[in-house]
T-cell receptor, first 108, second 114 residues
Framework: EDQVTQSPEALRLQEGESSSLNCSYT??????LFWYRQDPGKGPEFLFT???AGEEKEKERLKATLTKKESFLHITAPKPEDSATYLC?????????FGTGTRLQVFP | DTGVSQNPRHKITKRGQNVTFRCDPI?????LYWYRQTLGQGPEFLTY????????KSRLLSDRFSAERPKGSFSTLEIQRTEQGDSAMYLC????????????FGEGSWLTVV
């Protein structure tokens, strides 16, 4: 059965303190690994899709990487506006399977 | 491109009542998904359509839940005889059918059953 596990569940960072979020997955046939950002009370906002091991994508202070078993979302010099829940999902058999997310809080 | 639109955004209903949510996907997106999300959890897949055909339903989708996409455009999700355990955010998403296309989510419809 496809499974996605995210860690940590919650992360508190000081502004400017870089860190990484982990997404480990078990899937029969990966057709894409997605990262979304979700603000409280809102729908997930698309960030990245990664398709093969070794692939990397960047957007502002965020960089996503992918191996055969896990993905990392690196946050460099975060700002308070980066505070949100970050969701990881694998795409297989025509649907996304999500992890439970990492709740990130960045303090000034 | 106006994004995925969901209505109503919030619904409070009494236990036992029926509720219906509507989703308007991004224009020309032939795939439409419904997910459910509770506090502290990731979205859980409920069902999806390709055009007007409902291709898969999760075991989470009990007999009280029904989804339609009659003309391959907008979709409705109806919950009959609501229970307190149905309280959640119901998310709709859409994408084009080709490989590698992004799945975009709406803002969700919050349901509170009292």
């Amino acid at each position: 059965e496809d499974q996605v596990t995210q860690s940590p569940e919650a992360l508190r960072l000081q502004e400017g303190e870089s860190s990484s979020l982990n997404c480990s997955y078990t899937v029969s046939g990966l057709r894409g690994l997605f990262w979304y950002r979700q603000d409280p009370g809102k729908g997930p906002e698309f960030l990245f899709t990664l398709y093969s091991a070794g692939e990397e994508k960047e957007k502002e202070r965020l960089k996503a990487t992918l191996t055969k078993k896990e993905s990392f979302l690196h946050i460099t010099a975060p700002k308070p506006e980066d505070s949100a829940t970050y969701l990881c999902a694998v795409y297989n058999t025509d649907k996304l399977i999500f992890g439970t997310g990492t709740r990130l809080q960045v303090f000034p | 491109d106006t994004g995925v639109s969901q209505n109503p955004r919030h619904k409070i209903t009494k236990r036992g009542q029926n509720v219906t949510f509507r989703c308007d996907p991004i224009s020309e997106h032939n795939r439409l998904y419904w997910y459910r999300q509770t506090l502290g959890q990731g979205p859980e897949f409920l069902t999806y359509f390709q055009n007007e055909a409902q291709l898969e339903k999760s075991r989470l989708l009990s007999d009280r839940f029904s989804a339609e996409r009659p003309k391959g455009s907008f979709s409705t999700l109806e919950i009959q005889r609501t229970e307190q355990g149905d309280s959640a955010m119901y998310l709709c998403a859409s994408r084009n059918g080709g490989p590698g296309n992004t799945i975009y989510f709406g803002e969700g419809s919050w349901l509170t059953v009292v």
